[in-house]
């Protein structure tokens, strides 16, 4: 099956040369240059991964990032000029798996986008994991299978990369792991990344098991050292 990649791009120049890259490496690439237009493509269509800038006309990147998001968990690449920390913890907020800035190689690019699309495949589940396997603890109910998460009862609706990072922690309770860990585990990239990616998931987790998010019973802080789901 080809993968389909959609670039959601204003500057025109770059927009054709990520094309070329990705086509080189045997990618079917969709092009538009304005938010409104990423948008009806995106939601109308199957892509296997999305490439959003930020600055757009029309619907801003954020924009499109969130409401794409909230309809599908197709892996989304944000790619912007904006290299503040703020801008890209509010792009992990929206639900972006990745940030790059510009400038960057269309390689890394091309790499990175291998990167996601592999670890998408994996994490939903087309390589592997135990069919029955189910983790019960304390009115969490996670089905591994099924990919689904039920909270005192109630069945509660979690992104792929938040599944993954939840079924990871509670596959080892009481063990810490570093954010370089989490974000090495889970994203599939070595710890020189953007790990502020692991700081927001963590906290939108929180706010969707927990009691009290302010003072988690199951995933808490070690300071200094990282995260641990405890039992």
């Keep these: 099956m080809t993968t389909r990649i959609l670039i959601i791009e204003d500057e025109i120049t770059i927009a054709q040369l990520e094309r070329d890259y990705f086509e080189l490496n045997g990618y079917l690439v969709d092009l538009c240059h304005t938010g409104n237009e990423g948008l009806r493509l995106a939601m109308n269509n199957d892509y296997n991964l999305i490439i959003i800038d930020l600055q757009l006309p029309g619907i801003g990147g954020y924009d499109v990032c969130r409401q794409i998001r909230q309809a599908k968990e197709v892996?989304?690449?944000?790619?912007?000029?904006?290299?503040?920390?703020?801008?890209?913890?509010?792009?992990?907020?929206?639900?972006?798996?990745?940030?790059?800035?510009?400038?960057?190689?269309?390689?890394?690019?091309?790499?990175?986008?291998?990167?996601?699309?592999?670890?998408?495949?994996?994490?939903?589940?087309?390589?592997?994991?135990?069919?029955?396997?189910?983790?019960?603890?304390?009115?969490?109910?996670?089905?591994?299978?099924?990919?689904?998460?039920?909270?005192?009862?109630?069945?509660?609706?979690?992104?792929?990369?938040?599944?993954?990072?939840?079924?990871?922690?509670?596959?080892?309770?009481?063990?810490?792991?570093?954010?370089?860990?989490?974000?090495?585990?889970?994203?599939?990239?070595?710890?020189?990344?953007?790990?502020?990616?692991?700081?927001?998931?963590?906290?939108?987790?929180?706010?969707?098991?927990?009691v009290d998010p302010s003072n988690p019973q199951y995933i808490e802080t070690v300071w200094g050292a990282g995260y641990r789901f405890s039992v």
Excluded at 141 to 147: F, L
Excluded at 158 to 173: D, G, N, V
């Design 75 to 210: 892996p989304i690449l944000i790619v912007s000029a904006k290299k503040e920390e703020i801008d890209k913890i509010r792009a992990f907020h929206l639900g972006a798996d990745d940030y790059i800035t510009k400038p960057f190689s269309p390689g890394e690019l091309v790499a990175r986008a291998k990167a996601h699309l592999a670890r998408y495949e994996r994490l939903t589940g087309k390589t592997g994991t135990d069919p029955r396997s189910e983790i019960r603890l304390r009115g969490l109910v996670i089905d591994k299978a099924a990919r689904r998460v039920h909270v005192r009862n109630q069945e509660v609706i979690f992104t792929t990369r938040e599944f993954s990072l939840l079924e990871f922690l509670a596959s080892h309770p009481n063990r810490v792991f570093s954010k370089n860990e989490l974000f090495e585990r889970i994203w599939g990239m070595d710890s020189s990344g953007d790990i502020a990616t692991v700081t927001v998931h963590v906290r939108r987790l929180r706010e969707k098991i927990e």
